[in-house]
């Protein structure tokens, strides 16, 4: 007897274990009762979740999920299927071989769907595995009927969208003179839709807006909680006037397009000023607008609401309240150092203390605290700024970041004459500040005099509390990880995905930090120019928690996941290759 492609799927589910026989009767019983989607019975009733499912679909299949979002669909294909069609099957038209039109599918075990659409088009279907999500951005993009109906879109999807006009389409050759660009910026509908982006970039909690130009219309993206979310996509006709109008917000220079401009400027919205830092960057098909949002109702200057371990946090505080000497917070672009010196400066700030800082800009304005905001292009670089500073009379200084041995010889220096210097640093762990500095031309005695720790920065997203559930890991993999199982599996806690957290089971963010404090053993090795290995081992052995070690006991606790630890500390801390 021959199988159906349905019947040989649901046998495979069986024989695998993947599904028992008797839910695949009761799913098939609720089906022929109420219709609908198998798929969707299978898991509205519990019996496998939909990650489980698409994946399960994928291997058996052999085709692996596509991500709808990174694929270019030709619009011929998009013609040969109505977007009422597509809507009412969720599926998508990809490409077209032949006699063969290659499907997307949520629901690939939906027969009746391929056999409607196979009379439809008159091709053979062939269908490959994507998300219900995936689906839905698709025919949102590539189902509306003009360039205005797109826009219109975007301007539903978010708040305040009542009553815009479009412009008239123009091409970037008709708007090359200032004049234009200028009166095009000011136009209502390119206001609305600038202020529109803006506005959601604030709503989503993002840190970052990106602008991108591409062939055919403008990629938007959101950087939420560390990861970059797409958003709706407005026609190309509308970058000029998008990027115009915010170049005008920033003082920019509207007419240059050729050199890289960087700038900021304030909104209010829902009645609280928030600061954007843009910068716009030419490349070959138009200028890239990058925004990062610096929201003050979002900032946590709180040392103990950081999410930092109580060793590390206590380390922290009493390195903070020496008179004199260095602290130094590493970590790559975006993982929180500033708000982290920001916390350490409202915990020691007081009416006592004479506290500047010189910034690259300035992100948040604290009361009570100088701040200076350098200006490399007039001559006011880090380091100029310091030798003035120093002649403030200063107690507390904050330096924005050390980038030259200019700069960190005037920090140390200030540290050994009885000033509290805080910076950053870009190396990826505490002890490969050691190296970083020397490599800088920091004679390691001066670091052993001046600095009294250093601490490694990462953010992790944080399980959603709304769809937070808990699963077993199997203790050899648990094992692997550095996590005592004793022979049993260990329970761990991830995100299912839902509306509050747009479906990626994360919410929000906490920080991890190592922390290492130069005790005399450190100081020793540091003296004899050790190897970075030599001063972590050493540094370890005295009780200092890694970040990957830190972070595996925010996933035992049920704040983060496994695999965002892993993501995003160093692959030298694999516990398990030690």
């Known amino acids: 007897m021959i199988l159906s492609l349905k019947e040989k799927i649901l046998k495979i589910f069986v024989d695998k274990n993947l599904l028992k026989e008797a839910d695949l009767k009761t799913a098939l019983k609720a089906q022929r009762e109420k219709g609908g ?22 291997q058996e299949l052999g085709i692996p999920p596509i991500n709808l979002s990174r694929y270019k669909i030709d619009p011929n ?20 071989m032949s006699n063969t039109l290659v499907v997307a599918m949520v629901d690939p075990l939906n027969i009746f769907a391929i056999d409607d659409i196979k009379a439809m088009t008159g091709f053979n279907i062939s269908p490959i595995i994507t998300t219900d999500r995936n689906i839905k951005e698709a025919i949102n993009q590539y ?7 797109a826009i219109e879109k975007i301007v539903d999807d978010m708040k305040d969208s009542g009553g815009i006009s479009m412009i008239e389409e123009r091409s970037s050759q008709d708007l090359e003179s200032a004049s234009q660009l200028a009166n095009v910026a000011q136009d209502a509908p390119v206001v ?10 604030v709503n989503c909690r993002s840190s970052d807006i990106l602008i991108e130009p591409l062939d055919n219309e403008v990629r938007v993206r959101y950087r939420v909680d560390g990861v970059l979310q797409d958003a709706k996509r407005p026609p190309k006709a509308f970058h000029n006037p998008i990027v115009s109008r915010l170049k005008v917000m920033a003082s920019l220079d509207i007419a240059e397009r050729r050199l890289p401009q960087d700038g900021r400027f304030k909104v209010r919205l829902h009645g609280r000023e928030v600061d954007f830092r843009i910068s716009v960057l030419p490349s070959s098909k138009g200028e890239k607008v990058a925004l990062r949002i610096l929201d003050k109702s979002q900032a946590t200057l709180d040392l103990d609401k950081l999410g930092f371990d109580k060793k590390s946090l206590e380390e922290i505080r009493k390195g903070a309240m020496k008179p004199h000497g260095m602290i130094l917070i590493c970590g790559p672009t975006g993982c929180g150092k500033t708000t982290t ?28 605290i100088n701040q200076v905001t350098a200006r490399p292009s007039i001559g006011l670089t880090f380091a100029s700024a310091l030798r003035s500073i120093l002649r403030q009379d200063p107690d507390i200084i904050m330096i924005g970041e050390i980038r030259d041995f200019e700069t960190v010889d005037i920090a140390i220096k200030a540290a050994l004459t009885g000033h509290l210097v805080l910076s950053t640093l870009h190396t990826t762990t505490a002890p490969g500040s050691v190296t970083r500095l020397i490599n800088m031309g920091v004679e390691p005695f001066l670091m052993t005099s001046s600095i009294i720790l250093v601490g490694a ?25 550095g996590i005592k199982a004793l022979g049993k599996k ?10 509050v957290c747009r479906k990626t089971g994360y919410k929000g963010r906490v920080a991890l930090i190592e922390i290492l404090t130069l005790t005399p053993k450190i100081k020793e090795l ?29 996933a035992l606790d049920g704040i983060t996941t496994l695999d965002e630890v892993v993501r995003v500390t160093v692959g030298d801390q694999d516990l398990g290759a030690e």
């Open 490 to 499: 260990v329970t761990l806690y991830k995100g299912k995905g839902c509306e």
């Open 457 to 481: 920065q990462r953010l992790v997203r944080k399980i959603c509390a709304n769809c937070k559930e808990p699963y077993e890991l199997d203790a050899e993999i648990a094992e692997s990880y």
């Open 37 to 58: 989607s198998l798929s969707d019975i299978l898991v509205e009733m519990g019996f496998i979740s939909r990650d489980e499912l698409m994946v399960a679909l994928s």
């Open 526 to 554: 540091i003296l004899k120019s050790a190897q970075e290995y030599e001063i972590s081992d050493t540094a370890r052995a005295e009780g200092m928690r890694t970040l990957r070690e830190n972070g595996i006991a925010l």
């Open 341 to 368: 010196l920001y916390s350490i400066l409202e915990y020691i700030n007081s009416p006592e203390d004479n506290v500047i800082t010189v910034e690259d800009p300035v992100e948040y304005i604290i009361d009570g």
């Open 77 to 96: 294909v998009i013609k040969l299927i109505s977007k009422k069609i597509a809507k009412r099957y969720q599926i998508m038209p990809i490409s077209k």
């Open 143 to 149: 189902y509306e009927d003009s360039a205005y109906t």
């Open 192 to 201: 609305k839709i600038t202020n529109l982006i803006l506005a959601e970039g």
